[in-house]
């Protein structure tokens, strides 16, 4: 850039001398000519004046993992239901009740309400935890933060409860059915916690409340 020329003439630099090519290469305000019209600059960001924030990745990932989440469970479930349907469950109860005191009960009448009271007690829990999963995950698609917390609530109580049942049927791994069992609950367990990290993420917080904001 060359300097000025030095020159005692007071009217050098003056509006009547070059003012039309200082003003076209000077904005007549600061910052004016980087005011935001490129793309990519701050003031261009949609959100940087409380725009609408778009769907980050990590909202995307929420809604996949809870389908993965659903689905590891409910193939569980069908796996857990298989020695109900193949008798294995029945002739292991008959085994337990045989010469038990029944209160005057046969060993067949014991044995069938066992199997009635497995059956409520194995199929009670997963209708109910179908249908909320199914609520976490169409809220979720609904962008509503209540379908979030309502899936970390059942994520924790889920994670809890496998832990402990997963220790007390350490016994079982001795079938087939029971090492499937248990690889398909450390899988589950390991995508839950996933799926709590990303519910706690920033960018999904964030993504939810303006919608919390605007209802």
């Keep these: 850039m060359s300097t000025p020329p030095h020159d005692s003439n007071p009217q050098w630099g003056s509006p009547a001398e070059g003012s039309t090519n200082d003003d076209a290469a ?20 949609p959100n940087a004046y409380g725009g609408p924030v778009e ?33 294995e469950a029945e002739e292991l109860t008959r085994e337990e009740l045989a010469g038990q005191d029944l209160g005057g009960l046969t060993v067949d009448e014991a044995v069938s309400i066992g199997m009635a009271m497995a059956w409520g007690f194995i199929l009670v829990p997963l209708v109910i935890a179908i249908g909320l999963y199914l609520l976490v995950y169409f809220g979720l698609k609904n962008n509503k933060n209540w379908a979030r917390v309502l899936g970390i609530v059942m994520a924790i109580i889920g994670i809890l409860l496998t832990a402990g049942t997963m220790l007390a049927s350490l016994g079982g791994l001795g079938t087939v059915f029971g090492i499937i069992t248990l690889v398909l609950t450390l899988v589950w367990l390991a995508v839950t916690i996933y799926w709590l990290v990303l519910a706690f993420s920033h960018e999904n917080v964030q993504y939810l409340e303006q919608f919390k904001r605007s209802s």
């Design 55 to 87: 769907e980050p990745a990590k909202y995307a990932q929420l809604k996949q993992f809870t389908l993965f989440s659903f689905g590891l469970y409910v193939l569980s479930a069908i796996i857990s239901l298989v020695p109900m349907f193949t008798g």
């Design 26 to 45: 000077v904005p007549p305000y600061p910052g004016e000519a980087d005011s935001g019209s490129k793309f990519g600059t701050e003031s261009y960001n």
